[in-house]
């Protein structure tokens, strides 16, 4: 009986960590202006550094797959990071290294998400950037009809299926719907893309398109 327990042990002790893993969700986070940074620019730079070090330690650890800077002309949100995480607590703790998370100069904005085609986190250029265009569509205040729903997504699908947009993400609540990302820098042709969509026009839904950075290879 103890031989038996001891070759069934790796497979309970393993369980464990298998279990956690299946468990993990998918995040999207905005990270979003905070408050002001020190005067002392060395300090700055210190943290930037150290800020985009831990990025790459969350990455070596199968927890992020993907991050980058954008440009919302309102400076509120700052960039965005794709993750995965059991748990809200746990995902808050990938960025306690970051002290520039830490001490509140940025916020994180995160909500769990449904992936219909992910950013790319393999076979990227590890050294190059390019600009791409990132585009949010708002919630809406009241849940769309069915048929509404349907077309929303149809809309979406249609975009994705012709190439139009490269990656799509859709949180599961918070006041953004969809989020997409395009491999173009022509936000009016992206803007006319999406004029049909369901409640855009009639200004139920909320349109932005904005300026988003990722590594080479990230988006195809």
């Known amino acids: 009986m103890q031989r038996r327990s001891l070759l069934l042990a790796p497979a309970f002790l393993s369980w464990p960590a298998a279990q956690a893993q299946a468990t993990r969700q998918d995040w999207f986070i905005f990270f979003e202006t905070g408050k002001p940074t020190p005067p002392d620019k060395a300090a700055v730079e210190a943290m930037q550094r150290g800020h985009i070090e831990n990025f790459k330690r969350l990455f070596a650890e199968g927890k992020l797959f993907a991050a980058g800077p954008l440009r919302d002309p309102a400076r509120v949100k700052r960039g965005i990071v794709v993750v995965k995480a059991t748990s809200l607590d746990e995902l808050l ?33 590890p050294n190059g ?54 491999r173009s ?23 932005a398109v904005w300026g988003q950075w990722l590594g080479k290879g990230v988006l195809r």
């Not at 904005?109 to 990227?124: D, K, S, Y």
């Open 185 to 207: 820098t022509d936000s009016a042709a992206l803007e006319a893309a999406l004029a049909g969509y369901p409640g855009v026009a009639e200004q139920r839904v909320s349109l």
């Open 129 to 182: 950037i390019e600009e791409v265009r990132i585009v949010l569509l708002g919630r809406g205040a009241a849940a769309p009809a069915q048929g509404e729903a349907e077309a929303r997504r149809a809309h979406l699908q249609g975009l994705l299926d012709g190439g139009r947009i490269g990656a799509w993400y859709s949180p599961q609540q918070g006041p953004v719907g969809e989020i997409l990302f395009a």
């Open 93 to 125: 703790s990938y960025f306690q290294p970051d002290e520039y998370v830490r001490e509140g100069y940025m916020t994180v904005n995160a909500q769990p998400v449904t992936i219909n085609r992910a950013l790319h986190h393999e076979g990227i250029d």
